[in-house]
């Protein structure tokens, strides 16, 4: 007698009811490979398929402030593992909800590795096992959250917002909240890109007054609120919060150590303190050339460049923005660009005023964000 199929219902709960048991009886084994010990082949054919999957999207995750390389390899591990699964193992939708879980992970691992040319296909992948899939509401909100992540590196600040908001709202439903938190830091980032400090304070502002002590986002919301605040032009108070809270830089990883130098040295110089502004942003601007982050560095000379021409420095001015010009000259930077670095330049050489030179940077300031190499929708 042929045995009847299961309703697509009960397939799905059986699947992931066999996706708990594996994860279960490999719980010990994963934590063993979480800790860097080197498992046999025995071992590790015991937490092959879903556990492996899950194992190394949490890898992935968790570097995400350290080693922006390391989490794409994992990512990307996870990947082949998911795609390798044979669907009989937990059934079709459980399957593709574990590989729409790691190819979203691998979209955000590429945006946080600025590889953003990759961002797009690897989410459209996820979006194509998302509707193949049990149609599970914490895979959709992860999803939405991390799509507005990636409209915040398109630039499309309105378009972002939404989507971070019904994240925000999906995680509600189901009563996450790590993942509320998560969307709302998010959307925090969203208006500080859109050059909105005083939206973005009040959104942080809200998070400072709720968030635990121990959340491993505190630090993402206290650099946020800080920089917001002197964006703001609230140095003084900016000033005090860091002090405060300054022990959390020296847990992270050397992107916000980096930060934090910058932090200072924008703070310095909204304080007027531009001695301590020079030597803060000199570092943040040769440490960011050494790690190859462009843009950033680019940001950091135009802040640097903002404090010599506050002080009638000129031919270190002209200095600063030949260095930006050969940089985005080889790299093929937008026409508009170079030329409003022309402009500066040739502003700085004719000894235009203070109000004048310091209005030209600050325009430029925001322009830089919007070079940064794109994906396609």
């Known amino acids: 007698m042929r045995r009847r199929p299961l309703r697509t219902e009960d397939a799905i709960a059986l699947g992931r009811m066999l996706l708990d048991r594996d994860l279960y009886e490999a719980s010990p084994l994963v934590e063993r490979l979480k800790a860097g010990v080197q498992l046999s ?11 492996l999957v899950l194992c190394l999207m949490d890898l992935s995750f968790s570097l995400r402030f350290h080693d922006a390389q390391m989490m794409v390899q994992f990512a990307e591990a996870a990947c082949s593992e998911a795609v390798r699964l044979p669907d009989r193992r937990y059934g079709e939708e459980v399957a593709a909800d574990l590989r729409a879980r790691a190819w979203a992970e691998l979209g955000n691992a590429y945006r946080v590795a600025d590889r953003l040319t990759e961002v797009g296909p690897a989410l459209s992948q996820a979006r194509y096992y998302l509707l193949k899939g049990s149609g599970a509401p914490e895979l959709l909100a992860r999803f939405t959250e991390l799509m507005g992540s990636y409209l915040v590196e398109l630039r499309r600040f309105g378009d972002a917002e939404q989507e971070l908001n019904l994240a925000a709202e999906l995680y ?15 959307l925090g980032h969203v208006l500080t890109q859109a050059f909105e400090p005083e939206r973005a304070c009040i959104v942080y502002l809200r998070l400072f007054g709720s968030i635990e002590l121990d959340s491993p986002h505190l630090l993402a919301v206290v650099h946020g609120l800080i920089l ?44 007027g303190q531009f001695g301590l502004a020079e030597s803060k ?26 404090v010599y021409a506050r002080q009638h420095r000129h031919q270190e001015t002209v200095w600063l923005v030949d260095g930006i010009i050969r940089i985005f000259s080889s790299l093929g930077i937008a026409r508009e660009a170079l030329l409003s670095l022309a402009l500066l330049r040739k502003s700085c050489l004719q000894e235009r005023s203070v109000e004048v030179l310091c209005g ?18």
Do not use: C
């Open 228 to 271: 917001n605040l002197a964006e703001a032009g609230h140095s003084s108070m900016a000033e005090r919060l860091l002090h405060r809270y300054r022990p959390l830089y020296r847990r992270s990883g050397n992107l916000m150590k980096f930060r934090l130098t910058w932090l200072e040295g924008k703070i310095a110089k909204g304080l």
């Open 281 to 306: 942003l000199n570092v943040a601007w040769l440490a960011y050339q050494r790690a190859n982050k462009i843009y950033d560095s680019a940001q950091v000379a135009l802040e640097l460049a903002w």
């Open 360 to 377: 030209q940077i600050e325009v430029l300031l925001r322009m830089i964000p919007e070079l940064r190499p794109r994906s396609q929708d």
């Open 172 to 186: 509600d439903e189901i009563g996450s909240v790590e993942g509320r938190l998560r969307a709302q830091v998010m």
């Open 41 to 51: 082949r025995t071992e590790r054919k015991k937490i092959s398929g879903g556990p």
